[in-house]
């Protein structure tokens, strides 16, 4: 059975910094792997889409990895803002289904 | 046009009520979800639609009715509803074709509240 874990469920830092989150995943078996913005109250915004046989993608200052041997993928946060300030989720799709397995997500605050 | 679209954002309905949400896409999307996402959890899969045919449904309530006229809307029918199913309900889209891994669109959901 699939389970995504997500690590730390929260995150406080400085306005600037460099930051990473991470998402950890069970079976290596995947099509792909999707990182989401959630606001308060609000919607799901797709912030990056990995599929099975990439290793990153970029999209400026965020940059997604996938490691599929080791069950693990990063999102790295370059320059942090105060907008930046909200939850991640990750999300992986599994072969031949079309359900997402979902994290817990982390909980991000830019302090100013 | 690369968003799902939603309405109402909010909705406030008593227990005896029938409402719809209704989700709309023109992405050329085939495949349509709802998920029911409660505060501080992660999205809960409801309903997939693939070519206008209800192809999962994960033992969702008889109160909660979805539909799809046609490629590009969907709706959620509620009748009947508990206080419990307040929550922030998501539409979704993507392409189908499982070989190819497409990704996710979401709306921005209808907030409802039942009373």
């Known amino acids: 059975k699939q389970e995504v874990t997500q690590i730390p469920a929260a995150l406080s830092v400085p306005e600037g910094e460099n930051l990473v989150l991470n998402c950890s995943f069970t079976?290596?078996?995947?099509?792909?792997l999707q990182w989401f913005r959630q606001d308060p109250g609000k919607g799901l915004t797709s912030l990056l889409l990995?599929?099975?046989s990439q290793r990153e993608q970029t999209s400026g200052r965020l940059n997604a990895s996938l490691d599929k041997s080791s069950g693990r993928s990063t999102l790295y946060i370059a320059a942090s803002q105060p907008g930046d300030s909200a939850t991640y989720l990750c999300?992986?799709?599994?072969?031949?289904?079309?359900?997402?397995?979902w994290g817990a997500g982390t909980k991000l605050i830019i302090k100013p | 046009d690369t968003e799902v679209t939603q309405t109402p954002k909010h909705l406030v309905m008593g227990m005896t009520n029938k409402k719809s949400l209704k989700c709309e896409q023109h992405m050329g999307h085939r495949a349509m979800y709802w998920y029911k996402q409660k505060a501080k959890k992660p999205p809960e899969l409801m309903f997939v639609?693939?070519?206008?045919?209800?192809?999962i449904n994960e033992s969702v309530p008889s109160r909660f009715s979805p539909e799809c006229p046609n490629s590009s809307l969907l709706n959620l029918h509620l009748h009947a509803l508990q206080p419990e199913d307040s929550a922030l309900y998501l539409c979704?889209?993507?392409?189908?074709?499982?070989?190819?891994?497409?990704?996710?669109?979401f709306g921005s959901g209808t907030r409802l509240t039942v009373v």
């Open positions: 979704a889209s993507s392409q189908v074709g499982f070989d190819r891994g497409y990704g996710y669109t």
């Open positions: 639609y693939s070519y206008e045919k209800l192809s």
């Open positions: 999300a992986v799709r599994r072969n031949s289904n079309y359900q997402l397995i």
């Open positions: 990995i599929q099975s």
């Open positions: 079976d290596s078996a995947i099509y792909n």
